[in-house]
Antibody, heavy 121, light 105 residues
Framework: QVHLVQSGAEVKKPGASVKVSCKAS????????ISWVRQAPGQGLEWMGW????????NFAQKFQGRLTMTIDTSTTTAYMELRSLRSDDTAVYYC??????????????WGQGTTVTVSS | DIQMTQSPSSLSASVGDRVTITCRAS??????LNWYQQKPGEAPALLIY???SLPSGVPSRFSGTGSGTDFTLTISSLQPEDFATYYC????????FGPGTKVDI
């Protein structure tokens, strides 16, 4: 059984960057990439982007192009999400989630516990 | 982007009720439609994938139907642990989620 464990809560000032980690443990293979999804307080889910297991492919939601970087360190089975130029409306819980199968990379069957990012001056 | 809508946005129901939630896509998405359940303070959990398939461990009272633009999630007999928010997600193109349907007592 795969578990995804995310790094702890962050508080950042506007204009700063945040980097969230997501470590896979348990039976970690096969894996079909990691998506990042966020949820603003009291709001719904927003898909941000996906990175392939070997960092060979990425896909981004248009609104995050140029501001979002995703990486995977296969040696430590850890995925990272960095969001730059933070604004107050980036305040949210950020989730990593695993793709279910190679043809269902965006079907998310294992989720991390979430990381709260607060952007405030 | 493909836009997803859900109805109703919220509903009140009782244990044992049959509950139906609908999801509509702004263009045809074949059967590339998933449903997730999210309880307060928890991460979402995959409930149904590819419109009608249940992952292992999901109770059979949950079912999904639909193709093209119109989809339905049905809970045949609502249980106490089913009070939650339900989201649809299309994966036909760059993924998008619906706004959610909150099911409460």
């Amino acid at each position: 059984q795969v578990h995804l464990v995310q790094s702890g809560a962050e508080v950042k000032k506007p204009g700063a960057s945040v980097k969230v980690s997501c470590k896979a443990s348990g039976h970690t293979s096969p894996a079909f990439g990691i998506s990042w999804v966020r949820q603003a307080p009291g709001q719904g889910l927003e898909w941000m982007g996906w990175i392939g297991t070997y960092s060979d492919k990425t896909n981004f939601a248009q609104k995050f192009q140029g501001r979002l970087t995703m990486t995977i360190d296969t040696s430590t089975t850890t995925a990272y999400m960095e969001l730059r130029s933070l604004r107050s409306d980036d305040t949210a819980v950020y989730y990593c989630a695993r793709g279910r199968a190679v043809a269902e990379r965006y079907t998310l069957d294992v989720w991390g516990q979430g990381t709260t990012v607060t952007v405030s001056s | 982007d493909i836009q997803m809508t859900q109805s109703p946005s919220s509903l009140s129901a009782s244990v044992g009720d049959r509950v139906t939630i609908t999801c509509r896509a702004s263009q045809s998405i074949n059967v590339f439609l998933n449903w997730y359940q999210q309880k307060p303070g928890e991460a979402p959990a995959l409930l149904i994938y590819a419109s009608s398939s249940l992952p292992s461990g999901v109770p059979s009272r949950f079912s999904g139907t639909g193709s093209g633009t119109d989809f339905t999630l049905t809970i045949s007999s609502l249980q106490p642990e089913d009070f939650a928010t339900y989201y649809c997600q299309q994966t036909f193109s760059t993924p998008t989620f619906g706004p959610g349907t909150k099911v409460d007592i």
